[in-house]
Nanobody
Framework: QVELVESGGTLVQPGGSLTLSCVAS????????VGWYRQTPGNQRELIAE???????YYVDSLQGRFTISRDNAKNTVFLQMNSLKPDDTAVYYC???????????WGKGTLVSFSS
């Protein structure tokens, strides 16, 4: 059983930077692949970045260069560093963890990133 808790979402200004954190409970976190998704009202949740247990990374093409995913297995935490933020980045950001050898996957409850005018 793994519980994921996201944090770091807040009001930001265009051009700003923000780091989201996803902290996982439970052991063997290093074995999990962890992804960041985001969702806007009326739209499906979309994968934006993922990091494997071996720290290989994947980014959706449209965000590569602005967002960086990383992990600290000693702290059971995955980070999403977001730079040059745009109003289009407004969304609820979710953390997702899974293992290739397991059927069950896990989601956090999300953290909101929005923009101040």
């Amino acid at each position: 059983q793994v519980e994921l808790v996201e944090s770091g979402g807040t009001l930001v200004q265009p051009g700003g930077s923000l780091t989201l954190s996803c902290v996982a409970s439970g052991s063997t976190f290093s074995e999990y692949n962890v992804g960041w998704y985001r969702q806007t009202p009326g739209n499906q949740r979309e994968l934006i970045a993922e990091i494997g247990g071996d720290e290989t990374t994947y980014y959706v093409d449209s965000l590569q260069g602005r967002f960086t995913i990383s992990r600290d297995n000693a702290k059971n935490t995955v980070f999403l560093q977001m730079n040059s933020l745009k109003p289009d980045d407004t969304a609820v950001y979710y953390c997702h963890a899974y293992r290739y050898t397991a059927v069950i996957d896990y989601w956090g409850k999300g953290t909101l990133v929005s923009f101040s005018s």
